[in-house]
């Protein structure tokens, strides 16, 4: 598995953004690399189950994610 060294850099440069299909300007976004991989060990608990849910209900809830430039 391929992880994700965000110490290295000091914050991560992407995030996964998942969009809410319900709430308008709603989303939930994950440190991941270039090609949208989130190193899932990284992840503490709370953010992995966010995480797991927002995937398991796209299409219901959230749509497609998307990798975009980190805010920061």
Known sequence: ???????AVGY????LRFRSL????SSLAFPC???GCV???ALGDGLLRSY?????V???EFARPSVELSAR
């Open 12 to 15: 991560p440069r992407f995030v």
């Open 39 to 41: 190193d899932l060990d």
């Open 52 to 56: 797991l849910y927002a995937r398991a």
């Open 33 to 35: 690399n270039d090609r």
């Open 58 to 60: 796209v299409g219901a």
């Open 22 to 25: 319900r709430s308008k300007g």
């Open 1 to 7: 598995m391929n992880t994700i060294d965000f110490a």
